[in-house]
C-alpha cells in the first residue's frame, strides 16, 4: 500500500527565505506527482504535476524535483512571500490507477 | 470556466438525518472524484467515476454513502443516515483523461459537514 510522507509537518520561516519542502513515498511505481496548495477553508489548487518520465517542474518562485528510484520530491519555494502561507500536500499518482494518494502536508507560515 | 462547483457551502445537521452534496465538475473534465478530509485521517478518496460510471467505490466508509453521477456535469454524495462521526470536509474534484496534456486535478471548495 503506497504511503506518503511530508516533513516537516509544520515550517516558520522570515520573509525573503528560500525553503525546501519535502515528501516521500513508498512505492515508487508511479505514474506522476502533483503538489496542492490549500489555504485555510478551502479546496486545494494543484500548482505543479511531475509526470514519472520528469525530473522537475517550475513556475514561478516553484521549483519541484522527482526522485522515483528514491521516492523522493521536494518543493522549493524561492523568496518566500506572507502570501505564501499555506498547507502543502503532496499526492503521488500509482500507474495505471487514477486514485492519488495524499500526503499528510506541510504547514507553512512565512512572516513579514 | 467557473471550476469545481461544490453545495452546500456548511451543512449542519442532526444524527440520523439524509445528507446530499452536490458538484458540478469542471466543463470537459472525465473524471470525477469525492474525498473526504478529517484532521485525523486527511484526504481520503471515497469514490470516483470515469465518464458518469462508478470505478471504484472502495473508500466508501459504509452502506450509508451512496454516490451517483446522472450526468457529465453534476454529482451527488448521499449519507443516509448521518452519524457525528461523518462530520468532515467532503471535496469534489475533476479532471481530463490520462491521455490529454493537463492530467492535474481541480478541486471544488468543499462542504464543511457537521452533524450533531
Known amino acids: 500500500k503506497q504511503e506518503v510522507t511530508q516533513i516537516p509537518a509544520a515550517l516558520s520561516v522570515p520573509e525573503g527565505e528560500n525553503l525546501v519542502l519535502n515528501c516521500s513515498f513508498t512505492?515508487?511505481?508511479?505514474?506522476?506527482l502533483q503538489w496542492f496548495r490549500q489555504d485555510p477553508g478551502k479546496g486545494l489548487t494543484s500548482l505543479l504535476l511531475?509526470?514519472?518520465?520528469?525530473r522537475e517542474q517550475t513556475s514561478g518562485r516553484l521549483n519541484a524535483s522527482l526522485d522515483k528510484s528514491s521516492g523522493r520530491s521536494t518543493l522549493y519555494i524561492a523568496a518566500s512571500q506572507p502570501g505564501d502561507s499555506a498547507t502543502y500536500l503532496c499526492?503521488?499518482?500509482?500507474?495505471?490507477?487514477?486514485?492519488?494518494?495524499f500526503g499528510t502536508g506541510t504547514r507553512l507560515l512565512v512572516s513579514p | 470556466d467557473a471550476g469545481v462547483i461544490q453545495s452546500p457551502r456548511h451543512e449542519v445537521t442532526e444524527m440520523g438525518q439524509e445528507v446530499t452534496l452536490r458538484c458540478k465538475p469542471i466543463?470537459?473534465?472525465?473524471?470525477l472524484f469525492w474525498y473526504r478530509q478529517t484532521m485525523m485521517r486527511g484526504l481520503e478518496l471515497l469514490i470516483y467515476?470515469?465518464?458518469?460510471?462508478?470505478?471504484?467505490d472502495s473508500g466508501m466508509p459504509e452502506d450509508r454513502f451512496s454516490a451517483k453521477m446522472p450526468n457529465a456535469s453534476f454529482s451527488t454524495l448521499k449519507i443516509q443516515p448521518s452519524e457525528p462521526r461523518d462530520s468532515a470536509v467532503y471535496f469534489c474534484?475533476?479532471?481530463?483523461?490520462?491521455?490529454?496534456?493537463?492530467?492535474?486535478?481541480?478541486f471544488g471548495s468543499g462542504t464543511q459537514l457537521s452533524v450533531l
Open positions: 511531475i509526470q514519472s518520465s520528469q
Open positions: 512505492d515508487s511505481a508511479i505514474y506522476n
Open positions: 474534484a475533476s479532471r481530463a483523461g490520462l491521455n490529454r496534456v493537463n492530467e492535474k486535478l481541480f
Open positions: 466543463s470537459g473534465h472525465d473524471y
Open positions: 467515476f470515469n465518464n458518469n460510471v462508478p470505478i471504484d
Open positions: 499526492a503521488v499518482g500509482p500507474t495505471g490507477f487514477q486514485k492519488l494518494v
